[in-house]
């Protein structure tokens, strides 16, 4: 069966002979260039090409920026573009023009292009239509007319709405009656449940979410119950959220609302709130001695080790994860400047809950219990999502909300295009709304070097991080070991890649471990591998190896509205 783009010679013994090798090389390059988003430039190289004539090149620019309408069939027809220019109608979110277009064809040239008048007929609301113009018999369909069947299917069957990844990977569909199916063949723990919120009441949207990335994150997680957060720096885009619940093997969790002490990570909070008080934390560490523990309101706050005098300043502090040094410029600060470092990074005053936001307790905290909140215990709780959140802030020191939301699109899942109200999105996506009143300024210009020379510290050798990043990755991290009772050990890690020139947030949560040792053991593995994987993804010195296909300008253009 011909395919949508196919063309058949026409029986208009006007038009003009066809150049079948420039013009085929002439379509493949538009439609190349409306793959990647490059159209634009695309359109001026063909420029090169001694026997493009102006017409060419006008017909050429029509059907690439979608601008073409029935009135220019005749001008398409000539060139063999009518199936790019309907097909660019198709994926701009236009189908009525589409099907204008189509319709201007005499009757034989039109039946050329059935698959595609059906997949406009599904798009305007007129399934029963599709259906009668395009029934294939053939099983050795393209991937078009699969998706196109696929919807078809669905859509008689009572689907008003779906949702795919940024990939336009289906994720869930909305039937009549009002139930969401999540779809059957994607593997446990790949869906946040907020993300289920974002089916709209008709036609469909597209997530941030990457499954293809998800699905390898989740497999690095074997059996623990957890998390991983990754998220894009630039744009804020939640591109995974994987996460395993404890025996569950649900396709979706609610492991973003998860809230667990942050443990170590929150010295980094510590370490701006000395700055911002006007501590030189660097020279102040410097002067301190670890003996294993310090004593506060006449009660002990052990150290993994006994230290000795912290030579190496913040970042050997860091490092090493020194609880005496972080406790000490706690106890330096008031209870209200450490309360109020909390604020801005976005934690609430209460008893926690199932918000994607941490908190801290709401009433006065004596030494002792402000020690322990400088180092991330007791007093303290996060998400994941969270986690991965502050990890983003800490790459340029701007709070900013996390995204779910990437498109709308329609039935068919190829036709991403932004909201025509980007408020309107933003107001949409779960996790927008949650993060949005906390944005802000939060860490000075003047200590990103510091707070990032001592992440980078974490990483390398002697680090609680050491080892986990491939050779040749350069990475930001801090580690973090807590435990709840009832419950048993969790970790906190979070970081950043590639360091000098972040492209990636990330936050793994494992959950549950047996003892301290042994969760640290399993996170240490399955970090190692989440960094190879984002490695491959996100190379140091480059852009990202698998592109968005197509959604990067939709992303980066949502954020600026968010902004």
Same mark, same amino acid.
């Given at each position: ?19 079948? $090798? ?15 988003? #490059? ?10 090409? &001694? ?120 994720? $869930? ?36 979410? &990457? ?135 976005? #934690? ?80 949409? &996506?779960?996790? $927008? ?31 609680? $991080? ?33 360091? &000098?020139?972040?492209?990636?947030? #990330? ?57």
């Amino acid at each position: 069966m011909p395919s949508e783009n196919q063309v058949t010679a026409s029986e208009d013994v006007s038009a003009p002979p066809a150049r079948p $090798a420039r013009l085929r090389v002439l379509s493949w390059l538009v439609i190349g260039a409306l793959v990647s988003g #490059f159209s634009a430039v695309s359109i001026q190289s063909l420029r090169s090409f &001694d026997e493009a004539t102006d017409e060419k090149l006008q017909a050429l620019e029509l059907a690439a920026t979608g601008t073409a309408g029935p009135q220019d069939v005749e001008e398409l027809r000539s060139h063999h573009l009518v199936g790019l220019a309907v097909k660019t109608h198709l994926d701009g979110g236009r189908p009525d023009q589409a099907l204008a277009m189509l319709a201007a064809l005499p009757t034989t040239e039109r039946d050329t292009h059935r698959a595609t008048e059906a997949a406009a007929l599904l798009e305007s609301g007129d399934w029963r239509e599709s259906l009668q113009r395009w029934n294939p018999s053939s099983d050795q369909l393209g991937a078009f007319e699969r998706r196109l069947l696929d919807a078809q299917e669905e859509v008689a069957a009572g689907t008003v709405s779906r949702l795919f990844d940024r990939h336009g990977v289906l994720v $869930a569909s909305l039937t009549t009656d009002g139930h969401t199916t999540v779809n059957p063949e994607l593997s446990p723990g790949l869906i946040p449940r907020e993300a289920l919120e974002l089916i709209p009441p008709s036609g469909g949207a597209r997530l941030t979410l &990457d499954l293809d990335l998800s699905r390898k994150l989740v497999r690095t997680m074997g059996r623990n119950p957890g998390a991983v957060v990754v998220l894009d720096v630039a744009t804020g885009a939640v591109l995974a959220a994987v996460g395993r619940e404890y025996r569950s093997k649900s396709i979706t969790h609610s492991m973003l609302s998860q809230q667990r002490e942050p443990a170590s990570i929150a010295k980094l909070i510590t370490s701006t709130a000395a700055l911002r008080n006007g501590v030189d934390i660097d020279e102040r560490i410097t002067r301190m001695r670890c003996g294993g523990a310090i004593t506060l309101s006449g009660e002990p706050l052990y150290c993994t080790s006994i230290k000795g005098r912290l030579r190496g300043g913040l970042d050997y502090a860091m490092a090493t994860s020194c609880n005496v040094a972080f406790a000490r410029l706690g106890h330096e600060l008031t209870h209200k400047q450490m309360f109020e470092e909390y604020y801005r990074y976005g #934690f609430g005053r209460g008893e926690g809950g199932a918000s994607q936001l941490g908190y801290i307790p709401s009433e006065r905290l004596n030494d002792r219990e402000v020690g322990d909140l400088s180092i991330g215990l007791n007093y303290v709780e996060i998400t994941p999502l969270h986690a991965a959140v502050f990890a983003r802030t800490l790459t340029d020191g701007w709070l900013r909300p996390p995204r779910l939301l990437l498109a709308s699109d329609g039935l068919l899942g190829s036709s991403p295009r932004l909201e025509l109200d980007s408020s309107e999105a933003i107001a949409r &996506d779960p996790l $927008a709304r949650v993060f949005d009143s906390h944005r802000g300024h939060v860490i000075e210009e003047a200590w990103l070097d510091e707070i990032h020379g001592s992440m980078a510290a974490v990483a390398g050798p002697g680090g609680t $991080a050491s080892r986990f990043a491939p050779r040749g990755y350069p990475i930001a991290m801090k580690t973090g070991t807590g435990q709840t009772t009832g419950v048993g050990f969790h970790v906190n890690y979070i970081g950043f890649a590639p360091r &000098d020139n972040p492209q990636v947030a #990330f936050a793994l949560r494992l959950d549950r471990g047996r003892t301290s040792r042994r969760i640290r053991r399993e996170a240490s593995y399955v970090a190692g591998q989440i960094l190879r994987i984002l490695r491959r993804s996100y190379p140091a010195g480059g852009s990202p190896a698998q592109g968005s296909r197509g959604t990067q300008h939709l992303e980066i253009a949502a954020a600026a509205a968010a902004d």
